[in-house]
């Protein structure tokens, strides 16, 4: 998914205020509390789902580093990084334990840059694939499960739960194609790059990454891209109302 190359107590600190602030506000809503639990599930198929995605690919495109280390797997303990998953359920996007790769194993049908390019978009495209999956499951229970069931605890919660996983995998999807160092879309996009400017822009991934953190810190990935992940939502939603004549 993604890897920081710089000192990462930097991270830690804003990720400890972010949670800190995070908390303050929950102490103040407990319902904002109970959506926190609420969304636990999400965010561990989210990043589960991510992680295999990327190693699936690499395994598919002949590099079994993924499988050698364990997480050709569907366990969230094998997927789960402590610092993203907080921060997945404290600030609304995070990660999960990057997928180890080697370009160098790629079948040579295609190049090593296009490798990583498909390797990089699974894991979004996993999770937009999921927020579908999830909406259809979503609209099959409302159309088909009845007033009685909708409007029980039991199938209150269930519903709650599916809804936060559809948002949650959208989020986790849309925030990993930022083309940005350490995202996914920082890969996605190196084929698309003239030569010199893929030059330029390894030259200054450090660059990037600073950049990335004013923008994280900042607020303003999130106005960036939040017009964007309720686009997508709406768009996914409105698939699943067709589908079943809402």
Do not use: C
């Amino acid at each position: 998914m993604f890897n920081f190359s710089f000192d990462k107590r930097v991270i830690y600190v804003i990720i400890a205020i972010m949670v800190l602030s995070t908390v303050a506000q929950y102490a103040n809503n407990p319902d904002s509390f109970l959506g926190l639990l609420f969304s636990i599930p999400g965010v561990l198929i989210a990043i589960t789902f991510h992680e295999f995605a990327h190693g699936f690919v690499a395994y598919k495109l002949g590099d079994n580093t993924a499988k050698m280390e364990g997480r050709l797997s569907l366990n969230p303990l094998d997927h789960l990084d402590p610092i993203g998953t907080l921060l997945l359920l404290f600030a609304g996007f995070g990660w999960g334990k990057p997928v180890h790769v080697n370009p160098t194993n790629y079948t040579r049908k295609i190049s090593m840059e296009k490798g990583e390019a498909l390797v990089s978009v699974a894991g979004p495209a996993m999770n937009l694939l999921l927020a579908i999956v999830f909406t259809i499951i979503d609209g099959a229970i409302y159309k088909f499960s009845g007033i009685v069931f909708l409007s029980s605890t039991v199938g209150r919660i269930i519903m709650t739960l599916i809804q936060s996983t559809i948002a949650i995998n959208v989020g986790l999807g849309i925030f990993n194609l930022i083309p940005l160092p350490p995202l996914d879309g920082s890969k996605i996009i190196m084929p698309l790059l003239p030569y010199n400017a893929k030059q330029w822009f390894r030259n200054n991934e450090q660059i990037f990454y600073i950049v990335f953190i004013v923008i994280w810190i900042t607020g303003i990935a999130g106005m960036i891209i939040s017009p964007i992940i309720n686009l997508v939502t709406t768009g996914i939603m409105n698939l699943g109302g067709f589908i079943f004549g809402f």
